[in-house]
Structures are given as C-alpha cells and as structure tokens.
C-alpha cells in the first residue's frame, strides 16, 4: 500500500546553485595540476639530495636497541610502554577507530557543515583540547616515566621517601604496595580456559588465575585513564557551557586525540632511546646491537 | 564594387589546423580545444580521467584553502607509488638470498635506481601524512555529516589501508631497519587477545620474519593491498559524486 510508505529524513544531497558555479575546466583541473606539479618537483628534489635509508642486511641474531616499528606505528609501540600489550596494540587502536568511523551517526546535526570550524566557538574548543591532549599526555609520559618524582627529589629535594615511592609511577603502584599474595593469583575460574594452544611461542593459552595488582597497573588504571579524562575533559567542558552539541563534544574529542596521538608519535620517534629509556632526541643513539661495538 | 576578402590564414593557423582538425585526432579527442564553456564542459565528461569531477562546481570549492588537495594529493602519491613501484619491481626479487642484493644494485648500478627507490620511500611517507591531513581537513570542516556519513566510514577504511600499504612494504629491503621494524609491528599484532598468534603466524608464514614472511609482505604490498584500496577509492570517489560533491553551508 503506497500510503504505508513513510517520509524518513534521510539527508539528500544538496539542490545546486547554478549561479554560483564555475567551470572545472580550468577553474579546478588547473588547481589540481599545479598542486600534482609542486608535489612532483618538491619530491624529486626531496630525492636527488636525501637517500632513502639502507642498514647492514637483516640478521635474527643482531638486535638493534632500540628496536622500533615504523614511525606511523610508534604511537601505539609508546602506549605499549605504559600497559597491557593488547590493550595498547590491538584494542585502543581498534577500538579508537570504531569511535572514529562512527563519529557521522554519532553528530547528525548538519551545523557548521563545509565551513572550516564552522560551528560557535568551534576555534577555542579546538585549541584548548588540543592543548590539554598535548600537555596531559607529555605529563602522563613524565610521571610513567618515574622523571617527575626524579626531577622533584633532583631540584626541589622533594621525596616522598619509601613510604610514597608507589606512586612514582604505575608500575611501582604494583612492586612497591605491600600486595598480599592471594591477590596475585585470585582463581577466577574453576577450571583452565584453552583459548588457543600450539602458538608456538608460549604454548597453551590459558586464563585461569587473576594477577591482581598486574590487572590493575596493566589494564584497569590505563583504560580509566584514556577514557576517563577525555570525558572528564568534555564533561568539564559542558560544565562551562562550551560544549553544547554533540560536533561541539567530537571537536573536543577529535583534537585532543590529534594532540595526544602527535605527542605519542613524536616521543616514540624522538625521545626513546636505548631500553626505550626517555632522552633528549640529541642523546639519542641506536646500538646495531654488534658485539663489541655498543 | 570593392570585396572584402578575408586575410589569408596564416603559417602557424595553418599547422594548428593540420594538427587540430585532422580525422585521426578527431577520433581520439571529439571534443574541440576548450576555449568555449561548452567544450569545457563537454572536455571534462568526456574524458575517462577528468570525468571522476563534475562539469561545474561551487565557486567557494576551487578555493585552496577549503581543501588544500588533500585529497586529490593522497590519491596523487598513490599514483606516484604504483609507477615507481612497478618500476622498482623490475629490479627486486623478493626472496631472503636476492632481496638484501637487489636493493644494493637498485642503489648503485641501476640508472636512476637510487631516485626511484628514494621517491617510493619519500612518496609513502608523504601519502600516510596526507591521507592524515585529509581527515583532518574533513573533519575540520564538517564534511562527514550527512549525506556524506558513509563516505568517511570509507575513508576511515582507506586510512587503514595506508597504513597497512606503508607496512608491508617497509619489509621489502630486508635490511637490519626492515627486519626489526616488521618484529616489533608483527609482535604488536600478535599480543592480540584471542586472535593475536595466529595473525601473527598468518602474517609472517611462521613464528618469526623469515623467507615467508618476504614473499607475504610482498604479495599484499603490490597487488593485494592495493587492489582493495583501488576498490575503497573508487566507492569513495563515486560516493563524493552521488552525495552532491564536496560540502558545503547548508
């Protein structure tokens, strides 16, 4: 029955105006050669006076420190210094970009669309979150990094001597609080969990006991960590009247991740170095892991 | 009764016309020179290359600073990368004993090796960059709401797929960088809960970067992963058309 059909409304493409179009050819085509030119030239010039790098031929036996991935990936390989290898591998990642593909359903509101920054105070909001992704991740990195409580007891002869050495940073929550022994190994299943054996490399999965204080430095203080300060970030936000709408709430989201994820990339590309130990770019040097020569 | 008669073509009419008007170039281009709006218009839909853009477009559009190519570059350097990857497959032979040499005689005996590899590398790092800065740029300007919520789930997509491009090509020279980059990449994927080993087994052909390994990286660096970005590409360019083009103030 044609009268069952209901009206959805499902955004549809735009009604042209005409009076306002121009040409592609030349207006766009022409646009578009000259940027394909200026890149052509700019990258063979790039080529004729830099080299594309070219170590000894790969050896299994010889193990360059530090050891990194490519620099796109070096993000992820930091995260890996401060938690559970998964969750900084696989899940975050995987996770982060389901958020990220979902951001369209998530803001259906067509405000501010076509328009760089379009929406009210979509500048400030981009700015500050920013700011706050750029410095909160370079403190986070610092205190995990045990340089805070260093620099603290170096400069300003703060120590909180053993008494508060646990809190130096996460990992010292799990080695340095007086755990009791059952609460590293809290049998949470009655019987051994397979999950997938002959991997070779550790034999059986299984999961059958909890490490207590491990969950909690690996996988619990992490995860409220990179969940719970972006929202505290945008619930502050609201709080203020800043965040309104829901592009208001993903504008503060997206720029703190692209603050936090350039942080991330640059500190695993520059400042790790030999242990992955936290140093200035200019002290940074690669052993090729060659007996005799470190 | 004087007669006005028209002045005598010239040299270079003469050649223009020859070169212009003649059947065979009439059978290739049947457009004439676009110097009229319609021929521009007609140059444009009828070109399999410059048919992927509308005839006309939103004057706020052709801004560079709406866009700044982003876009158009990323596909650009993908360009860029199939010709200097084909042109470096000439050369290489991915196998543990010829790839490490390969690369070596790619760098000094090869004419112009030495620039087409740094081109490929250059070109690889500037396409993950760009593609970066594209969803920036379409983030930024709100270009992922609606109608356009699918396309940027695609995008997401061929985000990924980059990077995975990147990736399985940084394998390749098989030098000490190469080898140690893929352990540690591989070894990120492999702490996966659940599924983690055995991607990793599926990914390197084994339990650490060997012979198979090479020759996987490989396959998925020039034809498998490609393949689906073209295939993403062409949804993306497609949906960017059927959506109404590029967004714009409602």
Redesign the interface.
Known sequence: MATAVVARP?????A???D??????????F??FI??LL??VT??F???V???????????D???NP???????LN??EL?LHMN??M????IPTVW?II??A???F?????????????EG?VKL?IVSAIIGFVGTWLLIFWDSGKIAAWLNDYFAVSGGDTFRFLENVRALQQQLPWPDWSREITYLPFNLR??DG???SGP?AFQNLDFPGWLVEQAIPIAVIVGLPCLMIYAMWRLGWIVTR?DA?LAL?SGF?ASYGVLTLVGTAFRGQGQDLVFPWDLKVS?GIPGQE | MAVETPAKPSLADKIYDKMFHNYVWKSIFRTGYPNTPRNQMLVVATNVFLHLHPTRIHRTHVKITHTYCLGGLSFFMFLGLTVTGILLMFYYVPSVERAYLDMQNITTTVQFGQLMRNMHRWMAHAMVILVFLHMMRVFYTGAYKAPREFNWVVGVILLVLTFLLSFTGYLLPWDQLAFWAITVGTNIAGSAPVLGPKTRFWLLGGFEVGPDSLIRFYTLHVIGLPLLAAIFMAVHFWRIRRDGGLARPL
């Open positions: 499902v955004a549809r493409p735009q042209r105006a005409r306002e179009e121009v040409l592609v050819w030349p207006d766009l085509v646009v578009e940027s394909a890149f052509t990258l063979f790039l080529s004729a830099m080299n594309a790098p070219l170590l000894d031929q790969a050896n299994a010889v193990t360059p050891s990194k991935a490519p620099w796109y990936l992820l390989q890996l290898a998964a900084a591998g696989i899940i970009l990220l593909g951001f369209p359903y803001d259906r509101d067509n405000d501010g669309q076509g328009v760089w920054f379009g929406t979509a981009t999950i997938l991997t070779g490399t999965t592009r993903l997206f692209v090729e």
